[in-house]
């Protein structure tokens, strides 16, 4: 199965965002919650929901873990995912204005995760 990219700073924010407004409704939610939660809050970070592929085939990927939990979810891809090179194919869909900044983005590293991972998670 392909890999999907290492989260940039803003990024993680939309989908910490999308998480907590799907878990308002219900603390398990399915995919379908996730994605009219996603539909709802892409357009407050300046995002258009029809003109997205990014987050969308994020969810989509993250859908596929068995985990019921979609910060164990995330947690699960983020630590196959930590030591894989940056993505580096950028559009402004990602939130990035040229090439350039593709390449000079940051990887997000898996502890601004853990808390939320943790918190969330299933026990046992």
């Not at 989908?15 to 379908?32: D, G, K, M, Q, T």
């Not at 996730?34 to 085939?57: C, H, I, M, W």
């Not at 985990?67 to 930590?82: N, T």
Request: with cysteine.
């Amino acid at each position: 199965m392909a890999s999907i990219p290492p989260l940039l700073p803003h990024q993680e924010d939309v989908l910490l965002s999308i998480f907590e407004s799907a878990e308002r409704h219900n603390p398990r939610p399915s995919l379908i919650e996730v994605l009219k939660a996603y539909e709802q809050l892409l357009p407050r970070f300046g995002l258009d929901p029809s003109n997205d592929t990014f987050f969308y085939r994020y969810l989509l990927r993250l859908s596929l873990n068995p985990s019921m939990s979609w910060w164990q979810k995330l947690h699960d891809e983020l630590q196959v995912s930590r030591w894989r090179e940056p993505h580096r194919s950028c559009s402004t869909a990602r939130g990035l204005s040229k090439e350039s900044d593709c390449h000079s983005a940051l990887v997000v590293p898996l502890s601004s995760f853990a808390f939320y991972a943790a918190r969330w998670a299933p026990c046992g």
